[in-house]
């Protein structure tokens, strides 16, 4: 094995690999979920060796067996200020090919990337900490300097102590966390459709999700590159997974969007702000636009929550010069903008000031966008349930809101017992019993209005590795898809569609969680008609009582004459076999089930569903049920299925 040297007076380059000592585990699965950080110099340590041909890069290769090298990167995810410095796949034929992945060891001491034309850095103002994870910085601003240790190719900060590495992989699931099921038993069940006239109202955007506004140096690796400012919106696999949920809405959000300002003119946003402006929450009109091309390009409709903090205190309105100046440039330059929504769970703002603002806006709104078949609507105001604050907040708003939204969280990301909180259905109507006074507030004070979920998830905090993104999460993700879709909810934004642990898509490669696969079908088999059920069951539960076989039913999104019936099964040991009341010469399954409850993978009708070699989607195909066995199926423990009755009797259901 080389060592690094490091020689005084010049410049030395190295691909750096590292051999793991012996009982170290693999770092981070050699993943692009995995960021480069600070970590404590002690055994076992990280080490860094210079490979063959004085190749200028840094690579990390284990010395068990198997292991892939991987190399400190940026390239993949931009090369601009504050980017988090990644490991990624490489292989020793490709790296004197990668220039991105070149570092140099200058005489200072500091390691520089001529790529990017800038040094590994840190956004922090005092002593570096653990796990902080590491940054692209210009080389004069906080610049990390770097020396060896006595231990061969270990690196560490002249100040702070500390050495560069890799975190070790977290432990892979295994089997359940959860107490033993119950042994496994069949029970009988009967599923009735009310087909005589629908009880209910979805929209045709319902499915919808949000991008938010973290920084990197929030929570890593969860928000690492997932702000809106930094996700790749070019990247493929983005384009067609939100395409395919088309026409959701993307809402722009989160409460750092109380943070931005938008640097309309071009000469940054300091002039537009009397306080110092994180980089990270400056829009500049060229992201809007890519922002807005994103939209365009996927047919997404583009929610966008515009800052409501810049007031001098909670009593106080607005001050709306930056906001009218952002209006200003999207109406003059034609950019189409479904909604904008003003501030983010903002409840310490008094309420009549609140609903002032939004008449306000309601006005640079018509004068901007004077022709209404063009012009964004007014959507607010995006509070955590509080029905005592809507009556003074409805009536100052003088009847302007074109849709009500709400955010809803009843699990805590760091709650121990989440996981099992989520697989207790009497849990999952908390969301419910927290939204219904808001409806009521809705419908009694602002009737026009439509009634969205802005912000939700099965847990706040950023949810919870392999719960939130697992199988376990869908359940809660499906059950809150039936509850707001029979209470006439037009629009449910899933916090979020990239971004920490409750994402329906993943960070390292923006490929499908489970609940993707929910929200695709969800999408395209369920309509927005609505009717009511009725499940009965024999085995000691009535369905609709304590609800552990749960059932909701739409006209089919697109097929006239056809009834969609999703079901879900959240018991972990009966097995329903469940006779339908409808009269169909055909029925369609779309059943998706799991390995286990934490799994991140899921099978459809039995087969797995995997992106394909091509990077593609995999095909959501249905199998059919034999001719005679329309009314009959089997649903197995923790299983979700989607059944689609063709041509059903008495149906209202024209397609």
Request: with cysteine; net charge negative; aromatic share 10%.
């Amino acid at each position: 094995m080389a060592t690094l040297k490091l020689i005084l007076g010049g410049v030395v380059s190295f691909l750096l690999s590292a051999e793991l000592a012996l009982g170290d585990t693999l770092p981070c699965g050699a993943s692009n979920d995995c960021p480069v950080s600070l970590l404590p110099c002690a055994n076992p340590w990280t080490t860094w060796v210079q490979n063959f041909d004085n190749v200028t890069s840094f690579g990390l290769n284990s010395t068990q067996a198997g292991a892939s090298i991987v190399c400190m990167n940026v390239k993949a995810w931009g090369t601009t200020v504050d980017d988090v410095i990644w490991v990624t796949r490489c292989s020793p034929e490709d790296l004197p090919h990668e220039l991105n992945r070149r570092w140099l060891l200058s005489s200072n001491g500091t390691l520089y990337n001529p790529t990017a034309d800038l040094c590994i850095g840190y956004t922090h103002t005092g002593t570096p900490t653990i796990n902080h994870a590491l940054v692209l910085q210009p080389c004069d601003v906080n610049p990390i300097t770097w020396s060896l240790t006595s231990n061969p190719g270990q690196v560490k900060t002249q100040d702070g102590g500390l050495c560069l590495g890799v975190p070790p992989t977290p432990p892979a699931p295994g089997p359940d966390p959860l107490p033993p099921a119950p042994p496994a038993f069949n029970a009988q069940a009967t599923i009735s459709v009310a087909l005589e006239q629908p009880v209910a109202r979805s929209g045709d955007g319902f499915i919808s999700f949000n991008f938010d506004w973290h920084l990197s140096t929030e929570e890593p690796p969860k928000w690492i590159n997932m702000s809106v400012q930094l996700i790749d919106l070019s990247n493929p696999m983005l384009l067609a997974a939100a395409s395919a949920l088309a026409p959701g809405h993307l809402r722009i959000g989160g409460s750092e969007g109380d943070k931005v300002v938008y640097d309309v003119d071009g000469d940054g946003c300091a002039k537009w702000s009397n306080v110092t402006v994180d980089p990270g929450f400056c829009l500049s009109m060229t992201r809007w636009r890519e922002i807005v091309s994103f939209s365009q390009a996927t047919g997404v409709r583009l929610v966008f929550g515009l800052n409501g903090m810049n007031r001098p205190d909670d009593n106080s309105p607005s001050n709306f010069t930056n906001i009218e100046a952002f209006l200003a440039y999207t109406a003059r330059t034609k950019l189409p903008v479904y909604g904008f929504e003003f501030g983010n769970e903002l409840p310490k703002v008094d309420p009549v000031i609140d609903g002032q603002d939004f008449v306000t806006l309601k006005k640079l709104l018509v004068h901007y966008w004077p022709d209404m078949s063009t012009r964004p609507k007014l959507i607010g105001n995006d509070l955590n349930p509080d029905a005592s604050y809507l009556p003074k907040f409805f009536n100052a708003t003088q009847g302007v809101l074109d849709v009500y939204t709400y955010h809803d969280y009843v699990g805590y990301g760091l709650d121990p017992k989440l996981l099992t909180d989520l697989i207790d259905v009497t849990y999952l109507d908390k969301n419910w019993d927290n939204a219904a006074p808001l409806q009521q507030a809705q419908e009694a004070y602002s009737p026009n209005s439509e009634i969205w979920v802005g912000e939700t998830a099965a847990a706040w905090h950023s949810g919870q590795d392999n719960v939130t993104n697992a199988w376990i999460g869908s359940f809660w993700y499906f059950n809150m898809m039936g509850t707001l879709s029979r209470h006439n909810h037009t629009g449910f934004c899933r916090q979020t569609l990239l971004g920490g642990s409750y994402g329906i898509l993943r960070r390292d490669n923006y490929e499908p969680n489970p609940d993707y696969y929910v929200a695709y079908l969800w999408r395209h088999v369920m309509g927005v008609s609505v009717f009511d059920v009725t499940v009965v069951s024999s085995g000691g539960t009535v369905s609709q009582g304590n609800q552990t076989l749960r059932t909701f039913a739409h006209c089919h999104r697109t097929m006239a004459g056809a009834v969609a019936v999703a079901v879900m099964n959240l018991d972990r040991s009966a097995t329903y076999d469940v006779t339908f009341e409808l009269e169909s010469p055909r029925r369609d399954d779309y059943i998706l089930t799991a390995g286990n409850l934490t799994s991140r993978s899921i099978t459809l009708n039995g087969q797995p569903l995997q992106v394909t070699t091509y990077g593609q989607l995999p095909p959501i195909d249905s199998t059919t049920a034999s001719p005679g066995t329309e009314k009959k199926l089997a649903i197995a423990p923790t299983t979700i299925a989607f059944l689609v009755f063709h041509n059903v009797s008495n149906s209202r259901c024209s397609g």
